[in-house]
């Protein structure tokens, strides 16, 4: 059974860069035909995703947040990670990675890790 | 960008009673990439229904979806205890991928 978990500091100063990483367990990334994103929710607003990568380092990112973002892979430890840069408080949200699977006829996010809180604070 | 608007931000219903959610699109948005999730507090959200109206693994048959183009609705024919959570829609048919605010249903 694949599972996804989120990894990294959950406090991080303003102006720095946001490192986080999620981890594929259970099944490898390379097989089948998978979009991996991040996606991120503030405290009691709503989700919003910033971005994705599948397994050959094809990304896309969202246009609000693309001047600072990079998503990246490292498929033999099967895992991919976000970074975002110059962080504010606005960045402090709940990050979480999910899947798509691009091989079926409908495009969802049907595998969600468990979320990782970060918070930008001084 | 496509907005996702959903109607109402907070519903106020029984356990029993039936739930209506409406998701709109600022643009058509096929329906292959429509889906819903549930999402209750500090739990990552959970898929319930995708291509606008299939059930997704374990889903109760409570739970149905309908709509094409801009607009697409969520129906709880008989809600329990359980459901009383935040309900969004999301589009994957155009980047950036995005979800509605989300509707709380709360108990009355």
């Known amino acids: 059974q694949v599972q996804l978990q989120e990894s990294g500091p959950g406090l991080v100063k303003p102006s720095q860069t946001l490192s986080l990483t999620c981890t594929v367990s259970g099944g490898s990334m390379n097989s089948g035909s998978y979009y991996w994103s991040w996606i991120r929710q503030p405290a009691g607003k709503g989700l919003e995703w910033v971005g994705r990568?599948?397994?050959?380092?094809?990304?896309s990112y969202n246009p609000s947040l693309k001047s600072r973002v990079t998503i990246s892979v490292d498929t033999p430890k099967n895992r991919f990670s976000l970074r975002l840069s110059s962080v504010t408080a606005a960045d402090t949200a709940v990050y979480y990675c999910?899947?798509?699977?691009?091989?079926?006829?409908?495009?969802?996010?049907?595998?969600w890790g468990r979320g990782t809180l970060v918070t930008v604070s001084s | 960008e496509i907005v996702l608007t959903q109607s109402p931000g907070t519903l106020s219903l029984s356990p029993g009673d039936r739930a209506t959610l409406s998701c709109r699109a600022s643009q058509s948005v096929s329906s292959s990439y429509l889906a819903w999730y549930q999402q209750k507090a500090g739990q990552a959200p959970r898929l319930l229904i995708f291509g606008a109206s299939n059930r997704a693994t374990g889903i109760p048959d409570r739970f149905s979806g309908s709509g094409s183009g801009t607009g697409f609705t969520l129906t709880i024919s008989r809600l329990e205890p359980e459901d009383f959570a935040v309900y969004y829609c999301q589009q994957y048919g155009y980047s950036p991928y995005t979800f509605g605010q989300g509707t709380k249903l709360e108990i009355k």
């Open positions: 999910a899947r798509v699977d691009t091989a079926m006829v409908y495009w969802y996010f049907d595998l």
């Open positions: 990568i599948n397994s050959s380092g094809s990304t």
